[in-house]
């Protein structure tokens, strides 16, 4: 190459490098005056804004929000029927936390040891353990309550002195004016009072949304059953409907749908259940299904499950 050649391809990339800077100027100016026309009406703030509040108030985007801390009570309660005693322990997360537990319910009773295991729960549980044809005078029950992260003490005297006169005259019952199953006529209390859930205010902020779901086959593969739980941000009692809908292994849908109410109150682990019967006789490949919340009047949820295999 000669060197008018190189001159000539070094003054052409001068000239390309000087427009490509004058352009590179000209977005410069004009990404500024969008900025500061965008900041002057605010929504710069307020997309920051946006941003920080989608970020800060998710866990799994903000690993600083502090976890929930579980602050446990314990109440065990005790009922002689007719010589025989029922012992409750009832427990309950005072922060509602909502994680979900499963514990052991350890009592003593006359030196011998007791065990039972719950069923996963959220939030509350009690435990209820039952003695027959005990026998008069003063008893203890120490209980525990444990499950790695949960450790709860509670003890229980008991003293019983049986009158035979007034056994033949007793009336068990609720006794409790408060509740919503008060007998007045109970002479003594055998610990079936009911009183009503408290409820807060519904509120826009409230929210319905589904918990877990499972669908499955079953009765020899012919149906498809279907087990959800609907919760609800705020602690009261709310109706709602689920519509679930056939897919096959495309996803698309089966012109196969069921549909019905159902009511739940706040996180209370309640599994509800809606079926498709003889789905064999109806479509050839059902593979999953939408279940959809609607919660008033409106989609409020959606999940989608592949049927699983018994």
């Known amino acids: 190459m000669s060197g008018d050649e190189e001159q000539n391809i070094i003054q052409e990339l001068n ?16 990404i500024a005056m969008l900025l ?12 920051v804004d946006s941003l920080v509040d989608w970020v800060e108030d998710d866990p799994d985007r903000n690993p600083y929000i502090p976890e ?11 009922y002689i029927v007719d010589g025989d005693l029922y012992v409750t322990v009832d427990i309950l997360d005072q922060m509602w936390c909502n994680n ?8 003593t009773f006359e030196e011998e040891q007791y065990s039972e295991m719950s069923a996963p729960f959220r939030n509350a549980d009690t ?9 008069e005078g003063t008893h203890r029950i120490n209980i525990i309550v444990e499950n790695g992260s949960i450790l709860l003490y509670a003890m229980e005297i008991i003293d019983f002195e049986y009158d035979m006169a007034e ?40 929210y319905a ?3 877990d779901a499972i669908s499955y086959w079953a009765e020899n593969n012919t149906s498809v059953y279907n087990e959800f739980d609907v919760d609800f941000s705020c602690q009261a009692n709310i109706n709602f409907t689920i519509k679930i809908e056939l897919l096959d292994s495309s996803n698309k849908t089966l012109d196969l ?54």
């Open 15 to 30: 000239a390309r490098f000087q427009e490509l800077r004058a352009l590179m100027i000209t977005i410069g100016s004009v």
């Open 36 to 47: 500061a026309g965008l900041n002057e009406v605010g929504f710069i703030s307020f997309a």
């Open 68 to 78: 929930c801390e579980e602050d446990w009570l314990i109440v065990a309660d005790h």
């Open 100 to 107: 979900v537990h499963t514990v052991f319910y350890n009592l």
């Open 127 to 135: 435990g209820l353990f039952e003695f027959y044809d005990i026998e």
């Open 167 to 206: 056994e033949e005259n007793a009336i068990y019952g609720c006794t409790d004016s408060e509740a919503l199953n008060y007998n007045e006529t109970a002479t003594h209390e055998d610990g079936s009072c009911e009183y009503p859930e408290e409820e807060e205010e519904i509120t826009e902020d409230c």
């Open 209 to 211: 949304y589904i918990y």
């Open 257 to 310: 749908e069921i549909e019905d109410n159902f009511t739940t109150y706040h996180m209370e682990w309640d599994s509800q259940y809606l079926d498709f019967y003889d789905v064999v006789d109806k479509v050839d490949d059902a593979y999953a299904v939408n279940i959809n919340l609607f919660y008033d009047g409106e989609l409020a949820d959606k999940v989608w499950r592949q049927v699983l295999t018994s």
